[in-house]
Nanobody, 118 residues
Framework: QVQLVESGGGLVQAGGSLRLSCVAS????????LGWLRQAPGKEREFVAS????????MYADSTKGRFTISRDGAKNTVYLQMNSLKYEDTAVYSC???????????WGQGTQVTVSA
């Protein structure tokens, strides 16, 4: 079992920045990837970014590449999502998730709201 707790959401103007944090607990994260997914009202949940815990390898959605940066702090068992140049269309509930490296997202945090005003 992996428990995930997010923080850092809020309201920001377009062009601004926010940093989301996700603290993981419950087991070693080696062999896992952690990521962020988001869901806007009336839309499907979509992938934002992920990081493989052991290697630090990252992946990004095309819509966030170059604006968002995912990183991890092994000492704090925490994953961060630095979001810059935010757009109105980034407004969504952002959820932290974990999966085995070749598996599906199976562990989820409670989600944090990010609202970008136009």
């Amino acid at each position: 079992q992996v428990q995930l707790v997010e923080s850092g959401g809020g309201l920001v103007q377009a062009g601004g920045s926010l940093r989301l944090s996700c603290v993981a607990s419950g087991r070693t994260l080696n062999g896992y990837a952690l990521g962020w997914l988001r869901q806007a009202p009336g839309k499907e949940r979509e992938f934002v970014a992920s990081i493989t815990w052991s290697t630090g390898g990252t992946m990004y959605a095309d819509s966030t590449k170059g604006r968002f940066t995912i990183s991890r702090d092994g000492a704090k068992n925490t994953v961060y999502l630095q979001m810059n140049s935010l757009k109105y269309e980034d407004t969504a509930v952002y959820s932290c998730a974990a999966r085995r490296v070749l598996g599906n997202w199976v562990y989820w945090g409670q989600g944090t709201q990010v609202t970008v005003s136009a």
